[in-house]
Protein backbone atom coordinates (compact mmCIF):
# COMPACT_ATOMS: atom_id res chain seq x y z
CA UNK A 1 0.00 0.00 0.00
CA UNK A 2 0.87 3.53 -0.02
CA UNK A 3 0.78 5.26 3.26
CA UNK A 4 4.28 7.72 3.49
CA UNK A 5 5.31 10.21 0.55
CA UNK A 6 7.74 12.71 0.28
CA UNK A 7 6.60 16.19 -0.74
CA UNK A 8 9.20 19.17 -0.97
CA UNK A 9 7.22 21.14 -3.13
CA UNK A 10 7.48 24.45 -1.88
CA UNK A 11 4.55 26.78 -3.45
CA UNK A 12 2.17 26.75 -6.38
CA UNK A 13 3.76 28.46 -8.55
CA UNK A 14 6.13 25.45 -8.99
CA UNK A 15 2.70 23.57 -9.88
CA UNK A 16 1.64 25.61 -12.21
CA UNK A 17 4.39 25.05 -14.14
CA UNK A 18 4.69 21.68 -13.68
CA UNK A 19 1.00 20.87 -14.94
CA UNK A 20 0.33 23.11 -17.74
CA UNK A 21 0.38 20.95 -20.03
CA UNK A 22 -2.28 19.20 -18.09
CA UNK A 23 -4.49 22.70 -17.43
CA UNK A 24 -2.83 25.45 -19.37
CA UNK A 25 -4.83 27.98 -17.14
CA UNK A 26 -2.24 27.65 -13.94
CA UNK A 27 0.24 28.98 -15.53
CA UNK A 28 -1.95 32.67 -15.53
CA UNK A 29 -2.59 32.02 -11.76
CA UNK A 30 -2.47 35.55 -10.56
CA UNK A 31 1.01 35.63 -7.94
CA UNK A 32 -1.68 36.85 -5.36
CA UNK A 33 -2.76 33.76 -5.30
CA UNK A 34 0.23 32.19 -4.60
CA UNK A 35 -0.07 29.02 -2.20
CA UNK A 36 3.05 27.88 0.02
CA UNK A 37 3.16 24.37 1.02
CA UNK A 38 4.92 22.88 4.20
CA UNK A 39 8.10 20.84 3.79
CA UNK A 40 7.56 16.73 3.86
CA UNK A 41 10.72 15.10 3.34
CA UNK A 42 8.76 12.53 5.02
CA UNK A 43 5.00 12.33 6.15
CA UNK A 44 2.46 9.62 7.00
CA UNK A 45 -0.59 9.71 5.69
CA UNK A 46 -2.40 8.54 9.30
CA UNK A 47 -1.41 11.90 10.30
CA UNK A 48 -4.13 12.85 7.90
CA UNK A 49 -1.75 16.09 6.39
CA UNK A 50 -3.50 18.99 3.55
CA UNK A 51 -1.83 17.74 0.58
CA UNK A 52 -2.18 20.14 -3.18
CA UNK A 53 -4.12 17.71 -5.81
CA UNK A 54 -4.48 18.88 -9.22
CA UNK A 55 -8.41 18.60 -10.37
CA UNK A 56 -10.25 19.72 -13.50
CA UNK A 57 -10.35 22.96 -11.53
CA UNK A 58 -6.90 23.51 -10.46
CA UNK A 59 -4.42 23.59 -7.66
CA UNK A 60 -6.74 22.73 -4.10
CA UNK A 61 -5.67 21.59 -1.13
CA UNK A 62 -7.32 18.42 0.53
CA UNK A 63 -6.72 16.39 3.28
CA UNK A 64 -5.21 12.66 3.04
CA UNK A 65 -7.81 10.05 3.88
CA UNK A 66 -11.14 10.08 1.87
CA UNK A 67 -14.48 11.26 3.93
CA UNK A 68 -16.82 10.10 1.37
CA UNK A 69 -20.02 12.83 1.07
CA UNK A 70 -22.86 10.54 2.97
CA UNK A 71 -20.94 10.39 5.71
CA UNK A 72 -23.54 11.98 8.61
CA UNK A 73 -20.88 13.22 11.52
CA UNK A 74 -17.70 14.27 12.84
CA UNK A 75 -17.08 10.89 14.71
CA UNK A 76 -17.58 8.54 11.68
CA UNK A 77 -15.88 11.03 9.63
CA UNK A 78 -12.50 10.47 11.88
CA UNK A 79 -13.48 6.65 12.08
CA UNK A 80 -13.70 6.10 8.17
CA UNK A 81 -10.90 8.45 7.04
CA UNK A 82 -7.92 5.91 8.69
CA UNK A 83 -9.37 3.12 6.60
CA UNK A 84 -9.57 5.09 3.15
CA UNK A 85 -5.95 6.62 2.75
CA UNK A 86 -5.52 4.05 0.00
CA UNK A 87 -8.05 2.78 -2.83
CA UNK A 88 -7.01 -0.97 -4.24
CA UNK A 89 -7.51 -0.26 -7.68
CA UNK A 90 -9.02 -3.50 -8.87
CA UNK A 91 -12.66 -2.85 -6.69
CA UNK A 92 -12.87 0.51 -6.24
CA UNK A 93 -15.86 0.63 -8.55
CA UNK A 94 -17.80 -1.58 -6.09
CA UNK A 95 -16.40 -0.12 -2.75
CA UNK A 96 -19.67 2.80 -1.29
CA UNK A 97 -16.87 5.32 -0.13
CA UNK A 98 -15.00 4.87 -3.70
CA UNK A 99 -17.65 3.92 -6.28
CA UNK A 100 -18.89 7.33 -6.96
CA UNK A 101 -15.73 9.76 -6.89
CA UNK A 102 -13.87 6.96 -9.20
CA UNK A 103 -16.14 8.25 -11.91
CA UNK A 104 -16.19 11.92 -11.90
CA UNK A 105 -14.12 12.84 -9.37
CA UNK A 106 -10.24 11.89 -9.61
CA UNK A 107 -7.06 14.17 -9.28
CA UNK A 108 -4.02 13.83 -9.04
CA UNK A 109 -1.20 14.19 -5.81
CA UNK A 110 2.15 15.47 -6.71
CA UNK A 111 4.69 13.95 -4.84
CA UNK A 112 8.69 13.70 -5.06
CA UNK A 113 8.37 9.98 -4.10
CA UNK A 114 7.26 7.68 -2.01
CA UNK A 115 8.41 5.16 0.87
CA UNK A 116 8.00 1.31 1.28
CA UNK A 117 9.50 -1.67 3.50
CA UNK A 118 11.13 -4.46 2.52
CA UNK A 119 11.15 -7.53 4.61
CA UNK A 120 14.13 -9.60 5.02
CA UNK A 121 14.87 -12.27 7.55
CA UNK A 122 12.62 -10.46 9.62
CA UNK A 123 14.28 -6.99 9.32
CA UNK A 124 11.99 -4.12 7.95
CA UNK A 125 14.33 -2.39 5.39
CA UNK A 126 12.93 1.20 4.57
CA UNK A 127 13.27 2.77 1.06
CA UNK A 128 12.77 5.85 -1.18
CA UNK A 129 11.55 5.21 -4.25
CA UNK A 130 10.97 7.94 -7.04
CA UNK A 131 11.24 8.70 -10.90
CA UNK A 132 14.26 8.28 -12.82
CA UNK A 133 14.68 11.83 -12.93
CA UNK A 134 13.85 12.67 -9.94
CA UNK A 135 11.51 14.74 -10.96
CA UNK A 136 8.12 15.78 -9.55
CA UNK A 137 5.27 12.77 -10.43
CA UNK A 138 1.54 12.00 -9.92
CA UNK A 139 -0.17 9.71 -7.76
CA UNK A 140 -3.96 8.92 -9.17
CA UNK A 141 -6.19 9.61 -6.32
CA UNK A 142 -10.32 10.35 -5.91
CA UNK A 143 -11.04 12.79 -4.00
CA UNK A 144 -14.57 13.81 -2.72
CA UNK A 145 -16.47 16.75 -0.76
CA UNK A 146 -17.65 16.28 3.09
CA UNK A 147 -19.87 18.96 4.71
CA UNK A 148 -19.84 18.64 8.89
CA UNK A 149 -23.57 19.53 9.18
CA UNK A 150 -22.86 20.42 13.20
CA UNK A 151 -20.27 23.55 11.45
CA UNK A 152 -21.37 23.94 8.09
CA UNK A 153 -17.49 23.11 7.19
CA UNK A 154 -16.65 21.85 3.59
CA UNK A 155 -13.65 19.39 3.64
CA UNK A 156 -11.59 17.79 0.73
CA UNK A 157 -10.52 14.69 0.78
CA UNK A 158 -8.71 11.75 -1.19
CA UNK A 159 -7.32 8.57 -1.33
CA UNK A 160 -4.62 6.99 -3.25
CA UNK A 161 -5.19 4.13 -5.71
CA UNK A 162 -2.88 1.21 -5.41
CA UNK A 163 -2.02 -1.65 -7.72
CA UNK A 164 -0.26 -4.87 -8.15
CA UNK A 165 3.36 -3.92 -8.06
CA UNK A 166 5.45 -4.33 -10.70
CA UNK A 167 8.84 -5.89 -10.42
CA UNK A 168 10.70 -3.54 -8.69
CA UNK A 169 7.62 -2.78 -6.16
CA UNK A 170 7.59 -7.01 -5.78
CA UNK A 171 11.31 -6.71 -4.27
CA UNK A 172 10.67 -3.83 -2.08
CA UNK A 173 7.22 -4.60 -0.77
CA UNK A 174 7.39 -8.02 -0.45
CA UNK A 175 4.76 -8.84 1.35
CA UNK A 176 2.15 -6.99 0.26
CA UNK A 177 3.40 -6.84 -2.88
CA UNK A 178 0.96 -3.22 -3.81
CA UNK A 179 2.10 0.14 -5.19
CA UNK A 180 0.62 3.17 -6.12
CA UNK A 181 -1.06 3.70 -8.86
CA UNK A 182 1.67 6.64 -11.22
CA UNK A 183 -0.14 8.37 -13.69
CA UNK A 184 2.41 8.77 -16.92
CA UNK A 185 2.46 12.36 -17.41
CA UNK A 186 0.84 11.91 -21.28
CA UNK A 187 -2.18 10.50 -19.39
CA UNK A 188 -2.53 13.36 -16.48
CA UNK A 189 -4.69 15.33 -18.37
CA UNK A 190 -6.90 12.14 -19.12
CA UNK A 191 -6.85 10.98 -15.74
CA UNK A 192 -8.84 14.17 -14.15
CA UNK A 193 -10.91 14.52 -17.55
CA UNK A 194 -14.77 13.72 -15.84
CA UNK A 195 -15.99 12.46 -19.16
CA UNK A 196 -13.90 9.93 -19.44
CA UNK A 197 -15.72 6.55 -19.97
CA UNK A 198 -15.52 3.23 -17.21
CA UNK A 199 -13.29 1.32 -19.55
CA UNK A 200 -11.03 4.23 -20.45
CA UNK A 201 -10.56 5.14 -16.60
CA UNK A 202 -10.21 1.41 -15.90
CA UNK A 203 -7.08 1.03 -18.85
CA UNK A 204 -5.44 3.28 -16.66
CA UNK A 205 -5.34 1.63 -13.44
CA UNK A 206 -2.35 -0.31 -13.87
CA UNK A 207 1.19 -0.67 -12.31
CA UNK A 208 3.90 1.53 -13.33
CA UNK A 209 6.43 0.69 -15.78
CA UNK A 210 9.55 -0.08 -13.16
CA UNK A 211 11.95 0.80 -16.01
CA UNK A 212 11.29 4.37 -15.25
CA UNK A 213 11.56 3.95 -11.47
CA UNK A 214 14.70 4.17 -9.38
CA UNK A 215 15.04 3.50 -5.76
CA UNK A 216 17.29 2.77 -2.22
CA UNK A 217 17.48 2.16 1.39
CA UNK A 218 17.43 5.01 3.58
CA UNK A 219 17.99 5.12 7.80
CA UNK A 220 15.69 2.50 9.40
CA UNK A 221 14.79 5.51 11.63
CA UNK A 222 11.87 5.78 9.25
CA UNK A 223 10.94 2.68 10.93
CA UNK A 224 9.75 4.04 14.09
CA UNK A 225 6.67 7.13 14.05
CA UNK A 226 8.09 8.13 16.98
CA UNK A 227 10.93 9.69 15.30
CA UNK A 228 11.10 13.33 14.12
CA UNK A 229 11.32 11.80 10.56
CA UNK A 230 10.48 14.89 8.79
CA UNK A 231 14.14 15.28 8.48
CA UNK A 232 16.41 16.52 5.58
CA UNK A 233 18.62 13.62 6.62
CA UNK A 234 16.03 10.77 5.98
CA UNK A 235 16.29 10.86 2.52
CA UNK A 236 20.01 9.92 2.48
CA UNK A 237 20.97 6.76 0.82
CA UNK A 238 22.27 4.04 3.71
CA UNK A 239 23.61 0.80 2.53
CA UNK A 240 23.05 -2.15 4.36
CA UNK A 241 25.36 -4.80 3.11
CA UNK A 242 23.20 -7.95 4.24
CA UNK A 243 20.94 -6.92 2.12
CA UNK A 244 20.47 -8.79 -1.49
CA UNK A 245 20.13 -7.35 -5.02
Not at 2 to 16: G, K, P, R, V, Y
Not at 40 to 66: C, D, M, Q, R
Not at 82 to 110: H, M, Y
Request: glycine share 2%; net charge neutral; aromatic share 10%.
Amino acid sequence: MCFNIEHIIQHSDTLAIRYNNVLPALSSEKKELRIEFPTYYFVSGFSHPSLPIITKNGIELAEWGLIPHWIKDEQSANNIKTKTLNAVGETISEKPSFKKAILKQRCLLPVNGFYEWRDYKKTKYPYLIQVKDKSIFSLGCIYDVWVDQSTGEVIKTFSIITTPANPLMEKIHNLKKRMPLIIKAEDEAKWIDENLSTIEVQQLIKPFDESEMTAYTISRDANNSRNDRNIEQIIHPILYSELPN
